[in-house]
């Protein structure tokens, strides 16, 4: 389901089909460190594949956009 959303997110074509980020961490009481822990896995994994530094810019920027759809909702 994350990778349908990256994929989705990142130009398809096909659609995610998932929950939206704030029906899916609804509850859970994520805090801004698991929040961040997170954020930092991702941009391993696109380190680890190569990712080029625009793209990793704009992976950023997207995740941090959606952080108050994920904190302590
Ligand atoms: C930028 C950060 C994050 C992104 C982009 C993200 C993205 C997603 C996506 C796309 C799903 C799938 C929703 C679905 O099943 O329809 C999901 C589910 C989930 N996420 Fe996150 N997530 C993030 C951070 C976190 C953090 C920090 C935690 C916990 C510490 C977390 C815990 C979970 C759990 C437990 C589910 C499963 C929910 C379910 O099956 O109902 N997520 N997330």
Do not use: W
């Not at 793209?55 to 952080?67: C, G």
């Amino acid at each position: 389901m994350a990778r349908e959303f990256f994929c989705a997110g990142s130009g398809g074509p096909e659609p995610y089909t998932g929950k939206d980020m704030l029906t899916a961490h609804k509850g859970m009481n994520i805090s801004e460190q698991e929040y961040l822990a997170a954020m930092d896995d991702i941009i391993g994994a696109m380190d680890k594949h190569g990712l080029d530094q625009d793209t990793r810019k704009d992976v950023i920027a997207i995740l941090y956009s959606l952080k108050g759809e994920i904190i302590r909702v």
